[in-house]
């Protein structure tokens, strides 16, 4: 059975046609301990394992029919012959497999799109991590996943225990039951993943023509929004033409500091995330020089959070939010975004305000396409801060612990920075993803990011 893409998952696929240079997946590069026994991990055993969780109506097991959304809308087409083994394949670090080769193989990894004549997803297990160490490297489109169903789509495919017996609930089932009454939304969309049909950006009630006509109003209505805006994102040598190479750099920090330190100055761990970022970006300008006042952010949420009173359900949308990038305290720069944040989740005077009282009696697709597009206009904002969830326990692979994530969310045009977070047993790990000319020196932002978080636990102290 062939299922239609959605207005919004089409969306993407334009917002990446419109620039060869925007790739638009997530990413993330898993690194285990190394398997019982030492040894190789067993890329057999990995694709087996996948096959058997991927279920014949996953969204998994599909492809485009058309390359594009140019000149015809594409459809998902079922693949019953899906050839793991091209999706699913075994490389090696170069040596010594430390943290600058892997950085550097991860980003050659995300310099190059996904081919959509196939399902489009991969999984890479990279060997050759020091002290025997391996990962899993994969890119999900996002016309597939979003954020959070991304995470949880990854977290299927893995364990809750190192060896689980034939027959026990599986880590997918687990998320599903355990999961609360305001999170129904994304658990549906995992389990369109997995198994289910009319989920994950399958919407077969609406036609080719439909989405047609979605899209040329979402365009629009998107165009004239973001012409009212009246504060553009001011300039900074961050927001210029991007090329498709791609450098990474990661932190990772304990939750417990992230919390200890909401706690303390009030707001929540997203805004610690928000300002620690702030400063990294502060000690990137001033080590280029450049004076910088203030610089936009978008920040993506749930539409339900944004505007209570659109409630349709939809699981993209943005804040923007003007980060005080001059101010030298790290206090009074943590509570400016604090507030900020606190205050635009009312959508109060903001884009999102306005939208919410301009497509209130629109459709759902509209407005989800609307918000994609809007989320990713780059005279709005600067640079995208996603902060992913958190999973509370540890999970496995091949009967090996997960111990480390490098998350990665696309950047976009005129944009040379992103910035993702995701919280995993324990730990938060941010994924700074650059464009590889622009941002030479992306190792000084990882530097203020750490600095920053370091001074904000000390005065929450």
Not at 48 to 67: A, F, T
Not at 269 to 283: H, I, K, N, P
Request: proline share 7%.
């Amino acid at each position: 059975m062939r299922s239609h893409l959605s207005p919004l998952d089409a969306t993407f696929l334009e917002i990446e046609e419109a620039d060869p240079a925007a790739h638009m997946h997530v990413g993330a590069a898993m690194v285990f301990d190394p398997i019982s026994g030492g040894g190789r991990p067993s890329l057999r055993r990995l694709r087996e394992q996948l096959r058997s969780r991927i279920e014949e109506v996953s969204i998994l097991r599909r492809h485009l029919s058309l390359p594009g959304v140019e000149h015809a809308l594409p459809v998902w087409i079922p693949d019953p012959s899906l050839d793991i083994g091209r999706l699913i394949r075994r490389e090696t670090l170069p040596q010594p497999g430390g943290e600058s080769e892997l950085l550097v193989w991860v980003g050659d990894y995300l310099s190059v799109r996904l081919d959509r004549s196939l399902p489009l997803w991969e999984i890479v297990l990279l060997e050759g991590l020091e002290g025997g160490r391996w990962a899993l490297v994969f890119k999900f489109h996002h016309c597939l996943v979003d954020g959070i169903s991304g995470a949880n789509l990854v977290a299927s495919l893995l364990d809750a225990q190192p060896e689980p017996e034939e027959g026990t609930t599986t880590l997918a089932q687990l998320v599903t039951s355990l999961g609360e009454e305001e999170n129904r939304a994304v658990l549906a969309r995992l389990r369109g993943v997995v198994g289910e049909d009319l989920s994950a950006g399958i919407d077969a009630a609406i036609r080719p023509h439909d989405v047609s006509r979605i899209l040329a109003e979402s365009r629009a209505m998107a165009a004239r929004l973001a012409r009212e805006e009246p504060a553009k994102a001011p300039p900074t040598s961050i927001n210029r033409p991007i090329g498709t190479g791609r450098r990474l750099a990661a932190v990772d920090v304990p939750l417990g500091e992230l919390e200890r330190v909401s706690r303390g100055l009030g707001g929540t761990v997203g805004d610690v995330v928000t300002a620690a970022t702030a400063g990294g970006l502060r000690a990137l300008f001033a080590a280029r020089g450049e004076h910088v006042s203030q610089l936009r952010a978008a920040v993506p949420i749930g539409l339900r959070q944004a505007t209570e009173s659109l409630a349709l359900g939809n699981s993209l949308s943005s804040m923007l939010i003007d980060l005080a990038i001059a101010e030298d305290d790290p206090l009074r720069r943590y509570r400016m975004v604090s507030a900020a944040t606190s205050e635009l989740k009312g959508a109060s005077g903001s884009v999102l305000g306005r939208l919410a009282v301009e497509l209130s009696s629109m459709s759902p697709p509209v407005v989800q396409s609307v918000m994609a597009r809007l989320a990713f206009t780059p005279n709005l904002f600067n640079l995208l801060i996603a902060n992913g969830p958190a999973a509370p326990i540890t999970l496995y692979s091949l009967g090996a612990p997960l111990r480390r994530i490098v998350p990665s969310v696309p950047i976009f045009s005129g944009q040379a920075l992103s910035v993702a977070a995701m919280g995993y047993d324990g730990r938060v790990f941010f994924g700074l993803n650059a464009d590889r000319d622009s941002v030479p020196d992306l190792d000084l932002m990882r530097a203020g990011i750490e600095e920053t978080l370091h001074d904000l636990s000390r005065v929450a102290a």
